[in-house]
């Protein structure tokens, strides 16, 4: 293309669309932001009027969001030796004594647990699959893979009444085993139609030439083939952990101690009179981060990810 | 039959050994590696999905499970297309998707056209943008009850400002006329980046040289707009309407956190409805007649839409 085209923007149509790109950014941005600095808001502050922008930074939202406190009185407080740690103090402020851990760092494992164990499982059968697709022959294959797409577009209440029916017959329910398995269902048809276009991109010719040397067809497939898509397996991981991570549905209905997941947790910190807002935002904000992390490295695959990569971009 | 050497090794070698040498046959390997994923989706998805058209015929209760289960026919469906309440929950979910879809494709359609005039550091608000739609739908919602008191919360002292409104006049979750905007907001602000994706693949994806043949043809650039441009964006915003449709239909846990399904039931939506009959009320056969009506629609829906999306896409 020359230097100079007639499709290109001039400068100033570029400057007007940045400047109106930048303002809905900022916008959409400013809840986000509330959360982050919520958290790091004392109780007065963040119920403050006008909202406070500018405030003293305090960390009691992080503390009440780890621990369970208890109220003493003032003859008591007197009573107790020095705190010893700095948590310790900022709950003393308060006329509380820090009586144990919250559960949120139990739920926030089970999260760990249950987001990486499902995306394991379906990246992993959904790679064998994809590959499957990709390379042989297999009867009625259009079909197979529209059913697996199919399974996406239920809703999870109308599945979920059976689930909890045979999750209880067979000991599964509030199991970590369970949600495990019931995501990785959720997740596969996502990991299987993303893994098959990024296999077929890899030509069909290094496979042929690692054959020749007398490579098994599986030999070739885990060591030509699965290096060659290590991106792709990479970014389907990362889509299926973000699924899992931030379901609710199921966890809400399935699971109510052992393996509740932090979702359903968060919004349930409740402080003196009605939610803690500092609590609930530390527990949030600590939740987001590893997501928005992982949504600015994917932003390449972002599109595909999202939409099964029915949209080739 | 010739006998040399090598077939009597072959011969005596167990055929075992010998798979092993020469290594599955793809056949094999192909059943192997797709089978765990057809069974598990058999086991998660369609076995209960089976169960649940069972049980749309019996007046199970899934908290009795000692009581006897009686069949009785279609009756749970008969109530259903019957059903008043039901019908309000089906005006509420038209309400909702109706206005979403038109907000997002709106705004996400401008938004993508904005970005493809591919100013400096368009990728980097691109990706900022997308954000809100990577988090946690309950989460988020959560928290928007927070943005959203009228005393102390950042929605309404953001309209305040803008407009000189009173900020404790209104409130947008209590309010039975407001409650509704404030789902469609919420579900506006964290799905208009997706329908800005789709849009921008679209956009990306018309080749220079047509606008460069209507220059030629003096097209006026309104004209390129509707005759180039939107045309072939279409068939993906459509997509996008498509996807979007399916989840908001689906919509749950962004309402259960944010409204709940009131003030009264102006927010519940089809799937909260469905939550309450089933695990609150225990309405079990009841209930799953009611999702596979539900689960029947989308279909239903869906499917006319696919055909009406492959005509756009011929064309």
């Known amino acids: 293309m020359s230097s100079y085209s007639i499709t290109e923007p001039s400068p100033r149509q570029k400057w007007a669309a940045g400047t109106l790109v930048i303002a809905y950014a900022v916008i959409t941005l400013l809840p986000l932001v509330w959360i982050l600095t919520t958290g790091f808001k004392s109780p007065v502050d963040a119920i403050a009027y006008p909202?406070?922008?500018?405030?003293?930074?305090?960390?009691?939202?992080?503390?009440?969001?780890?621990?369970?406190?208890?109220?003493?009185?003032?003859?008591?407080?007197?009573?107790?030796?020095?705190?010893?740690?700095?948590?310790?103090?900022?709950?003393?402020?308060?006329?509380?004594?820090?009586?144990?851990?919250?559960?949120?760092?139990?739920r926030f494992l089970n999260s760990v647990i249950i987001g990486f164990g499902s995306t394991f499982l379906s990246v992993f059968l959904g790679t064998l699959a994809a590959y499957a697709f990709s390379r042989f022959k297999i009867?009625?294959?259009?079909?197979?893979?529209?059913?697996?797409?199919?399974?996406?577009?239920?809703?999870?209440?109308?599945?979920?009444?059976?689930?909890?029916?045979?999750?209880?017959?067979?000991?599964?329910s509030d199991t970590h085993l369970g949600m495990i398995l019931l995501y990785t269902a959720v997740n596969i048809s996502l990991a299987v139609w993303l893994l098959k276009g990024f296999i077929d991109e890899i030509?069909?010719?290094?496979?042929?030439a690692a054959l020749i040397d007398g490579y098994t067809?599986?030999?070739?497939?885990?060591?030509?083939?699965?290096?060659?898509?290590?991106?792709?397996?990479?970014?389907?991981?990362?889509?299926?952990?973000?699924?899992?991570?931030?379901?609710?549905?199921?966890?809400?209905?399935?699971?109510?101690?052992?393996?509740?997941?932090?979702?359903?947790?968060?919004?349930?910190?409740?402080?003196?009179?009605?939610?803690?807002?500092?609590?609930?935002?530390?527990?949030?904000?600590?939740?987001?981060?590893?997501?928005?992390?992982?949504?600015?490295?994917?932003?390449?695959?972002?599109?595909?990810?999202?939409?099964?990569?029915?949209?080739r971009k | 039959m010739s006998d040399t050497p090598i077939d009597?090794?072959?011969?005596?070698t167990p055929p075992s050994v010998a798979a092993k040498i020469r290594g599955f046959s793809d056949r094999t390997i192909a059943w192997l590696f797709v089978a765990p994923t057809i069974f598990l989706l058999l086991a998660v998805n369609i076995f209960p999905l089976l169960w649940t058209i069972n049980l749309s015929f019996t007046n199970f209760r899934a908290n009795r499970p000692g009581r006897e289960v009686d069949y009785i026919g279609l009756r749970n469906y008969q109530r259903i297309l019957t059903d008043g309440d039901i019908w309000l929950t089906m005006q509420a979910t038209a309400h909702f998707l109706f206005w979403t879809i038109v907000l997002q494709v709106l705004i996400g359609f401008t938004l993508a056209w904005l970005i493809n005039r591919k100013f400096k550091g368009n990728d980097l608000w691109t990706t900022l943008i997308v954000l809100p739609m990577m988090?946690?739908?309950?989460?988020?919602?959560?928290?928007?009850?927070?943005?959203?008191?009228?005393?102390?919360?950042?929605?309404?002292?953001?309209?305040?400002?803008?407009?000189?409104?009173?900020?404790?006049?209104?409130?947008?979750?209590?309010?039975?006329?407001?409650?509704?905007?404030?789902?469609?907001?919420?579900?506006?602000?964290?799905?208009?980046?997706?329908?800005?994706?789709?849009?921008?693949?679209?956009?990306?994806?018309?080749?220079?040289?047509?606008?460069?043949?209507?220059?030629?043809?003096?097209?006026?650039?309104?004209?390129?707009f509707w005759t180039i441009t939107v045309p072939m964006v279409l068939p993906f915003l459509m997509l996008a309407v498509l996807f979007?449709?399916?989840?908001?239909?689906?919509?749950?846990?962004?309402?259960?956190?944010?409204?709940?399904?009131?003030?009264?039931?102006?927010?519940?939506?089809?799937?909260?409805?469905?939550?309450?009959?089933?695990?609150?009320?225990?309405?079990t056969g009841y209930a799953s007649a009611y999702a596979i009506v539900l689960f029947v629609t989308v279909f239903g829906l869906a499917s006319i839409y696919v055909k009406a999306l492959n005509k756009v896409k011929e064309r």
């Not at chain 1, 399974?151 to 000991?171: E, N, Q, S």
């Not at chain 1, 030509?203 to 042929?208: D, I, L, M, N, V």
């Not at chain 1, 509740?260 to 527990?283: H, K, L, R, S, Y």
Request: net charge neutral; hydrophobic share 50%.
């Open chain 2, 135 to 224: 988090l946690s739908p309950a989460v988020v919602g959560n928290f928007w009850t927070f943005l959203y008191q009228p005393q102390i919360g950042l929605f309404n002292y953001g309209v305040s400002f803008f407009t000189g409104i009173d900020p404790s006049s209104f409130q947008m979750i209590g309010d039975v006329d407001l409650a509704p905007w404030a789902i469609i907001i919420v579900d506006t602000w964290m799905w208009t980046p997706f329908v800005m994706l789709i849009c921008l693949a679209g956009l990306r994806s018309i080749p220079d040289y047509i606008y460069e043949a209507a220059e030629i043809d003096r097209a006026s650039k309104w004209r390129q």
């Open chain 1, 203 to 208: 030509p069909r010719e290094y496979e042929e």
């Open chain 1, 139 to 172: 009867p009625l294959k259009d079909d197979l893979l529209f059913f697996i797409l199919s399974t996406r577009m239920m809703p999870p209440i109308a599945v979920a009444i059976p689930i909890f029916l045979m999750f209880r017959t067979l000991g599964l």
């Open chain 1, 51 to 106: 909202p406070k922008i500018v405030f003293e930074p305090s960390l009691e939202g992080y503390v009440n969001l780890f621990t369970t406190r208890t109220r003493v009185t003032p003859e008591q407080l007197e009573a107790l030796p020095p705190p010893a740690t700095w948590y310790e103090e900022i709950v003393r402020d308060r006329d509380m004594v820090i009586a144990g851990p919250s559960r949120y760092g139990e």
């Open chain 2, 8 to 12: 009597r090794v072959a011969k005596a």
């Open chain 1, 217 to 311: 067809r599986f030999q070739a497939f885990y060591k030509v083939v699965l290096p060659q898509a290590a991106t792709g397996i990479a970014s389907t991981a990362i889509f299926c952990l973000i699924f899992s991570w931030n379901e609710y549905a199921f966890a809400v209905l399935l699971t109510s101690g052992t393996a509740q997941t932090a979702p359903p947790f968060i919004p349930t910190i409740i402080g003196v009179g009605g939610q803690d807002w500092p609590a609930v935002a530390a527990g949030a904000t600590l939740f987001l981060v590893p997501v928005m992390v992982f949504t600015i490295l994917l932003r390449k695959h972002l599109l595909r990810g999202i939409t099964f990569g029915a949209v």
């Open chain 2, 244 to 283: 979007r449709g399916i989840e908001n239909f689906k919509m749950f846990d962004l309402v259960v956190q944010l409204t709940g399904g009131g003030p009264g039931s102006v927010t519940e939506l089809t799937s909260i409805n469905l939550k309450r009959e089933a695990f609150e009320k225990w309405r």
